[in-house]
């Protein structure tokens, strides 16, 4: 069971950058396929950014050219920088992992955080 931890969540003025990292203790991530996923109360988890093994790179359409996903495989994090956010951006963020072959539905991936809340305020 890989266990992903989060951190960097905070509260920020709308047109502020935050900068997400979660790291999984133990298990080498360069194997997997690594995203960000956030959920809003009373909306579904949506997909933010996705980062497969070989660096492909995909964005939800919400956050595109705002946000940047990265990962540092011997040092075993994963990040996502937030700039320009708004306050529709506010939710809970959670780091996810899977050895298969990932797109940005969070029913592709199998290990989940418990997840960091960024609220952006107006």
């Known amino acids: 069971q890989v266990q992903l931890v989060e951190s960097g969540g905070g509260s920020v003025q709308a047109g502020g950058s935050l900068r997400l990292s979660c790291t999984a203790p133990?298990?080498?991530?360069?194997?997997?396929?690594l995203g960000w996923f956030r959920q809003a109360p009373g909306k579904e988890r949506e997909g933010v950014a996705v980062?497969?093994?070989?660096?492909?790179?995909r964005y939800g359409n919400s956050v595109k050219d705002r946000f940047t996903i990265s990962r540092d495989n011997p040092g075993n994090t994963l990040y996502l920088q937030m700039s320009d956010l708004k306050p529709e951006d506010t939710a809970m963020y959670y780091c996810?992992?899977?050895?298969?072959?990932?797109?940005?539905?969070?029913?592709?991936?199998?290990?989940w955080g418990q997840g960091t809340q960024v609220t952006v305020s107006s």
């Open positions: 980062i497969r093994r070989n660096g492909y790179t």
């Open positions: 996810a992992a899977t050895t298969a072959y990932c797109s940005i539905l969070a029913s592709e991936f199998v290990y």
């Open positions: 133990g298990y080498v991530f360069s194997t997997y396929c």
